[in-house]
């Protein structure tokens, strides 16, 4: 049964806390990304990974990092440095990026500052 | 500066009628054009694309028309269902990593 899953669902996060959301996909697709949504709006990119050791800057990766050790697996660190933390943060898989294909997306974690 | 706009927040069609849902873009550089469905406090799923070599993709109830020259994109779907019932999202691909953008979302509601 093949999918992407993260956790936890919900993450509580004390101001000033670094905090690290997991992703995990065994759908053997190359390409990973981290996108970000906020009440009302679509989902912004944060980062993405086009293959492992690898990853790249999206439109808003101000105060996130990553990394990308494993196929399977693309963590984001939530930093302190990231001034409205507050979201739902959704992380997705593609086959690869040398042709069109849909990005596949796991359930999200809603991450809250308190 | 948004590149994606989706310019109705929220839909109400009557089930059994045609539901259209509306993506304006700026950029001529998108070049595959997907729409996704999502139901709240879960993941966006695909539901059907188009190249920017077509002007319309059919799959079932869902058919999605590309117009180029109005950068112009649209989801029919015939006959909607309460089923339907999600926040559906636009989304364009660019770049060699096949970034996608998105816009802010139509709530579509298929009253029974």
């Known amino acids: 049964d093949g999918g992407i899953t993260q956790s936890p669902k919900y993450l509580f996060r004390k101001e000033g806390q670094n905090v690290t959301l997991s992703c995990e996909q065994n759908?053997?697709?190359?390409?990973m990304y981290w996108y970000r949504q906020d009440p009302g709006q679509g989902l912004r990119l944060i980062y993405y990974?086009?293959?492992?050791?690898?990853?790249q800057k999206g439109d808003i990766a101000e105060g996130y990092s990553v990394s990308r050790e494993k196929k399977e697996s693309f963590p984001l660190t939530v930093t302190s440095a990231q001034k409205n933390p507050t979201a739902f943060y959704l992380c997705?898989?593609?086959?690869?990026?040398?042709?069109?294909?849909?990005?596949?997306f796991g359930p999200g974690t809603r991450l809250t500052v308190l | 500066d948004q590149q994606v706009k989706q310019n109705s927040p929220s839909l109400s069609v009557q089930e059994g009628r045609i539901s259209i849902l509306n993506c304006d873009y700026t950029?001529?550089?998108?070049?595959?054009f997907l729409w996704y469905k999502k139901y709240p406090a879960e993941g966006p799923t695909f539901l059907i694309s188009i190249s920017s070599i077509k002007d319309k993709n059919e799959d079932g109830r869902f058919t999605v028309f590309l117009n180029k020259s109005a950068k112009h994109l649209s989801l029919h779907i015939v006959p909607s269902q309460p089923g339907d019932s999600a926040v559906y999202f636009c989304s364009l691909s660019s770049g060699s990593a096949r970034q996608l953008t998105f816009g802010s979302g139509t709530q579509l509601t298929v009253l029974p």
């Open positions: 950029n001529s550089m998108f070049d595959y």
């Open positions: 997705a898989s593609s086959i690869s990026t040398n042709s069109y294909n849909e990005q596949f």
């Open positions: 990974s086009q293959i492992v050791n690898d990853f």
């Open positions: 759908l053997n697709h190359d390409a």
